[in-house]
């Protein structure tokens, strides 16, 4: 079965960009799945921050979408998020995930939006 | 943007039986909307019970059951034991757009 770890700095100042990648094992990113990042503040529920096809073709939350950049890369079996201009509210536990075809999730991986 | 709802939260005895569910702002939940089932205990990720409304993992006990009841996707819990007690969320989908409801704390007490 599939299974993916992101990776990334877990510190990022006020207004910079984070950016996280995800590697996925047990399959392959060009099979037909779009892949997805979910983050959770502290203490509070799920948030879909959108996904990504491997031809590039991407969704992403609306109240998002202006800061997101989702892509692909094939030769190296990950894909990846950057989020511009990042505040406090974006500190969160951010996780990869493939949920369609059955739900597979990554670990999370904590990052902290601070000066 | 939809809405997606989840009972804030629900108690069940051990060895009793609930059904939580997800509802949607834009009408009856349908196979359609994909719906998925996740658990997450404190300090975990999620973790896959149900998907596509009734599938399930060869990890989801069997006493965990997905289906659509009175418009909405439910999740029924038949037979609970004290390691259920935990998050669930369910997701839905519209059509290029994932939403998650808010989730439903379980306590088994």
């Known amino acids: 079965q599939v299974q993916l770890q992101e990776s990334g700095p877990g510190l990022v100042k006020p207004s910079g960009t984070l950016s996280l990648t995800c590697a996925v094992s047990?399959?392959?990113?060009?099979?037909?799945?779009?892949w997805s990042w979910v983050r959770q503040p502290p203490g509070k529920g799920l948030e879909w921050i959108g996904e990504?096809?491997?031809?590039?073709?991407?969704h992403y939350d609306p109240s998002l979408k202006s800061r997101v950049t989702m892509s692909v890369d094939k030769s190296k079996n990950q894909f990846s998020l950057r989020l511009s201009s990042v505040t406090a509210a974006d500190t969160a536990v951010y996780y990869c995930?493939?949920?369609?075809?059955?739900?597979?999730w990554g670990q999370g991986t904590l990052v902290t939006v601070s000066s | 943007q939809a809405v997606v709802t989840q009972e804030a939260s629900l108690t069940v005895s051990p060895g009793g039986t609930v059904t939580l569910t997800c509802g949607s702002s834009?009408?009856?939940?349908?196979?359609?909307?994909?719906p998925y089932w996740f658990q997450q205990k404190p300090g975990q990720a999620p973790r896959t019970l149900v998907y596509?409304?009734?599938n399930k993992h060869s990890w989801t006990p069997a006493r965990f059951s997905g289906s659509l009841l009175g418009g909405k996707a439910a999740l029924t819990l038949s037979g609970a034991q004290p390691e259920d007690e935990a998050e669930y969320y369910c997701?839905?989908?519209?059509?290029?757009?994932?939403?998650f409801g808010g989730g439903t704390k379980l306590t088994v007490l």
């Open positions: 995930a493939k949920l369609d075809g059955g739900g597979y």
């Open positions: 047990g399959g392959s990113i060009s099979s037909s799945n779009w």
């Open positions: 990504v096809y491997h031809s590039g073709t991407t």
């Open positions: 834009t009408g009856a939940v349908t196979s359609g909307h994909y």
């Open positions: 596509d409304t009734t």
């Open positions: 997701l839905l989908s519209y059509g290029g757009a994932v939403i």
